[in-house]
């Protein structure tokens, strides 16, 4: 059904709903989850690639091969089924890769030998501003694992550098920063001072969220604003209909 307003004011209610509506879609913003987003199936996959980096910083990043290690499945170096994961890995599942076993929402990361290390890669895609966090985790308890866990920005820029040399203890990572249509954001795992990538299994999670521009209301006030906009709108309708 299509109403014709001819009163300014319904003009008026009809393009300020339809910006309202408008910035609420844009209020949620889009969010992304690293564990929860993951595909054993599609690399790329969206904003996620799953790949290797030779070197912690402006290295070359190639994708991974889809493999798996005894549960866990997800991309690897050789491309096979191999009992020790054939490192470096980014592995998703429920069990024992090795002596590595991730808990309950976390990727399980292994670096390869010679400064070989898997990247989760995420793209933006779009301009805005972003909230991240996550966490690396030694899952390995043999070892331990003595890893280091880094995120960059655009493969150059280090926002995160920390040691992992302890099982079981998560270490956590929390940024908010604009981004640019085609930023990434590299999630590696390195080899730590021991100089060894055995034992080396790591959990990891990320969650990223695109924020509501500056001065936008949030998504509840501006439902709350439509159905006002909405309730004028029928108001200025039904005076209209009277005459």
């Keep these: 059904m299509i109403f014709r307003f001819r009163s300014l004011a319904g003009r008026g209610v009809v393009i300020g709903l339809t910006l ?8 949620h913003g889009a969010t992304f989850d690293a564990f929860a987003d993951f595909s054993a199936t599609l690399n790329p996959n969206g904003v996620w690639s799953y790949g290797q980096l030779t070197g912690a910083s402006g290295g070359i990043f190639s994708p991974l091969k889809a493999g798996s290690c005894g549960p866990l499945t997800g991309w690897n170096n050789t491309g096979t089924a191999d009992p020790s994961g054939s490192p470096p890995f980014i592995f998703k599942g429920t069990g024992t890769c090795g002596t590595g076993t991730p808990p309950s929402g976390q990727l399980d990361l292994h670096p390869g030998p010679s ?36 995120v960059l920005l655009n493969n150059t820029a280090f926002l995160f550098d920390q040691l ?7 270490v956590s990572f929390s ?44 998504s509840g006030s501006l439902v709350l604003l439509g159905s006002g906009l909405l309730g004028l709108a029928g108001f200025t309708w039904r005076r209209h209909r009277r005459k």
């Design 20 to 27: 309202t509506l408008g910035m609420a879609s844009a209020a």
């Design 115 to 150: 400064g070989v290390f898997p990247d989760v890669r995420w793209t933006s895609p779009s301009a805005g501003t972003v909230a991240f966090s996550g966490l690396f985790q030694g899952i390995d308890p043999v070892g331990p694992t003595t890893s280091e866990g880094i």
């Design 164 to 170: 992992i040399n302890t099982f079981g203890v998560p």
């Design 175 to 218: 940024f908010s920063l604009p981004v640019a249509a085609g930023t990434t954001l590299d999630f590696i795992v390195g080899i730590g001072p021991d100089a060894s990538n055995a034992f080396d299994s790591t959990g990891f999670n990320a969650h990223i969220s695109f924020q509501p521009p500056v001065g936008v209301p949030d």
